[in-house]
Structure formats: C-alpha cells, structure tokens
C-alpha cells in the first residue's frame, strides 16, 4: 500500500520538460487626452467723453457758383445740433437768384428756401475723433418769384424758318413750393472744431405754385426740376462747431487670452 502526502507543485503541461507559471494580470491605465486651449475674453471699460454743441457753416459751392456762372447768384447757410450719441438735428437756410434758358422760353426764379429735419451718424469713431458719415431726411419750403422773360411758339411746319422769340418780362410774385428729400453726406474734423463736408441730395416735389400757361423750371432750395416732381442737389461746406457741454461714456475695448495648452 503505497502512502502519498499532498504539496504545492506548480502545473505541469502535457509536455513534462516544459513548466508553465501563470503571470499576474496587469491593469492598463487610459492617459486622458489633452483639452484644447479655451479662449477667454475680457472686456476692459474705457471712459470716452463726447461733446455736445451747435455747428454753423456755409456752402462753398453756392457761395463761389456766381465766380463763374454769369445766371446765377446764391447763398446757403448749413446748422446742426447734436440731440443724441448718433443723432442730429439738422436746418439749411438759403437764397438763390437763378436764370434759366430753355428751348423755348427764358426765365429767372427768385427767393428764399428753409429745410429742416434729421442726420443719422452710423460712422463709428475712434477715441477723441467726431468725423461723421450720415443720412438724412429733409422737408423743405420756398417762397419764390419768378419772371418770364421771352419765350417762342412751336412751329410745326418751319418751311419759313423759326419764329422769333416774343419778349414778355412778365413778373409773378408769391409763388411757393415744398418737397421732401432724402441726403447722405460726410463731415471729416480737419483742425479743431473746423469740419468740411460733402453731401447729395435725391428730392421729391409734394406741392408746386404755378403761374399760369407756365411752369417753374427752377425752384429755390430744390433746383432744376425734372419731369415736374424729382429733382437732385449737392453741397460742399465748411463749418465750425461751438461745444456747449460734455458727456462721458463707457467705451469697451475687447482683449482675448488664450491658455497654455496641456502637454499629452
């Protein structure tokens, strides 16, 4: 009867010359991936001051037109008034003497004119800086006079050439005139307080006095008119700026960081 005794031996394969030992289970440990760099803004808040004021000036283009064009003489002065951060009121106050030759008739327009409305500033500005690009609108009136000085009767059949023209001098007084326009214009400041500007017009004639058998070729304050209701203008200023009191405002300026990326 054979006796045994039990002890640890490690496994043995099929294969008595080979030992195989089990090796211990190892964990594997995922590396976290690195995060982009995140971007973050800060805003700083910088206190800016605007001036609020009148500014007067005069249309160069008017005032320098009689130099050289012997039909016309006239005069415009330009205003406005700062109400908001953007906003403007605005006035035009002018006289105009203007000859107009047609084919068939020569006439001369006379009088006084007013415009009145509102400027939209939508330049946004630099710090310290109050040049202004801007649209506008106006509603006008004028009292005018107008003379008819000769005029020629339309001839069919000229087999004996053109008529003569028929000298009349013929005056009307206490003719009026409104029309509403829409304006874009600029003012740059070229030295402290003093600003040039350049703007156009596109108008719309809403009421027109006419004399009879005759229409006004020209009105004051809204120029030569075409197919009887558009017309166009154009002005060239210069002006100065009276600063009557300050307010100040915050101004932000952005500034972005970005962090430091995470190493892998």
Request: charged share 25%.
């Amino acid at each position: 009867m054979f006796l045994g005794y039990a002890q640890d031996v490690p496994e043995v394969s099929k294969n008595k010359d080979t030992t195989v030992t089990k090796k211990p289970k190892t964990e594997t440990v995922k590396s976290e991936t690195a995060k982009p760099a995140i971007q973050e803004t800060q805003k700083d808040s910088v206190v800016k001051t605007d001036r609020y004021g009148l500014r007067v000036g005069v249309d160069l283009y008017k005032l320098t037109r009689g130099l050289y064009d012997k039909d016309y003489k006239g005069v415009e002065f330009v205003g406005d008034w700062r109400l908001t951060k953007t906003y403007y009121l605005a006035a035009e106050l002018g006289y105009e003497d203007k000859t107009t030759e047609d084919d068939r008739l020569t006439s001369s327009a006379s009088g006084s004119y007013v415009k009145a409305g509102f400027d939209y500033n939508f330049y946004q500005n630099w710090l310290d800086m109050e040049n202004l690009i801007t649209i506008g609108m106006r509603g006008g009136f004028s009292t005018f006079n107008q003379e008819l000085h000769s005029y020629k009767i339309y001839n069919p059949n000229p087999y004996w050439g053109e008529l003569p023209a028929i000298t009349t001098n013929q005056k009307y007084s206490g003719l009026t005139a409104g029309w509403l326009e829409v304006g874009l214009g600029l003012k740059a400041q070229v030295v402290k307080n003093v600003f040039v500007g350049f703007g156009v017009q596109l108008k719309l004639l809403v009421m027109n006095n006419e004399p009879n058998n005759f229409e006004n070729l020209y009105i004051p304050g809204f120029n030569r008119t075409y197919d009887g209701s558009f017309g166009v203008g154009f002005n060239y200023t210069v002006s100065y700026f009276i600063p009557i009191y300050k307010k100040k405002t915050m101004a932000s300026q952005t500034a972005k960081k970005e962090e430091p990326k995470k190493k892998k």
